[in-house]
């Protein structure tokens, strides 16, 4: 096998190169998805009825004991919960973009494998074939078809090998933008729970202080 894509020239080290560190970023994100998935599971609802209950020390536990992107997210709009709506909604969609931002890290690398490999391919190929067709000259174009067809399929490997790399890649790359997608939504999900929740909590306080003041009233 190594003497088969020895044929192909120095460029088959680059694209093998593409392959591997391709392989480590899938695993690596991969892996990183599946603890995502186990962890803040139900979060924002039992943040939201700590927060309903005015139990604002327990939803503190709640989102430090998560570790997770929608306890760091949650964690942030706790602090300024009573700030008004609008710093609330700013904080929250600030800190879901950096979360994003960190699932998403090392993807747009992955992307950028999965175009240069088939480039990388069909560089080694041109080089094979000016190789190729600079032999037929040398030889004064006294060459067989057995020896064109040699140097020719020996020159288009570096091409099926860049293809190779990077149709899986590409389809990686899709697999873990999906994958973000779906954590984003999670986290859009969960803020909206816990805006209602803070909603909520300040209607109720309205209301009650309305009723405080009404039975003063009536006194």
């Given at each position: 096998m190594l003497?088969?894509l ?9 694209i ?12 690596e ?10 962890q803040?599971?139900?979060?924002a609802e ?31 709009a ?13 904080i929250i969609v600030?800190a ?5 931002r960190?699932?998403?890290r ?6 950028t ?6 480039l990388?391919?069909?560089?080694g190929?041109v080089v ?10 040398e030889?004064g ?5 057995a ?5 020719i ?12 790399v ?9 697999y ?7 954590s ?16 909520s909590r300040?209607?109720?306080?309205v ?5 405080s ?6 006194l």
């Amino acid at each position: 096998m190594l003497g088969f894509l020895y044929k192909g020239g120095v460029l088959v080290i680059p694209i093998l190169l593409c392959s591997v560190f391709a392989l480590a970023i899938f695993f690596e994100r991969s892996i990183r998805f599946i603890r995502l998935r186990k962890q803040g599971h139900g979060l924002a609802e039992k943040v939201a009825v700590a927060v309903k209950n005015e139990d604002d020390e327990q939803a503190r536990n709640l989102v430090d004991e998560s570790h997770s992107p929608m306890g760091k997210v949650l964690a942030q709009a706790l602090e300024v919960k009573d700030q008004g709506q609008e710093t609330l909604e700013a904080i929250i969609v600030h800190a879901t973009e950096e979360e994003v931002r960190g699932m998403s890290r090392y993807l747009q690398a992955l992307a950028t494998i999965g175009n240069i490999a088939p480039l990388l391919g069909l560089f080694g190929t041109v080089v094979g074939m000016i190789k190729a067709f600079m032999v037929i000259q040398e030889m004064g174009g006294k060459v067989n078809a057995a020896v064109l067809a040699g140097g020719i399929w020996e020159a288009m490997l570096t091409t099926a090998l860049g293809l190779a790399v990077a149709l899986p890649t590409i389809i990686a790359h899709s697999y873990l933008v999906s994958k973000v997608n779906q954590s984003e939504a999670r986290l859009q999900r969960g803020a909206i729970i816990f805006l209602k929740a803070v909603i909520s909590r300040e209607g109720s306080r309205v209301q009650g202080v309305q009723g405080s003041s009404e039975k003063a009233l009536k006194l």
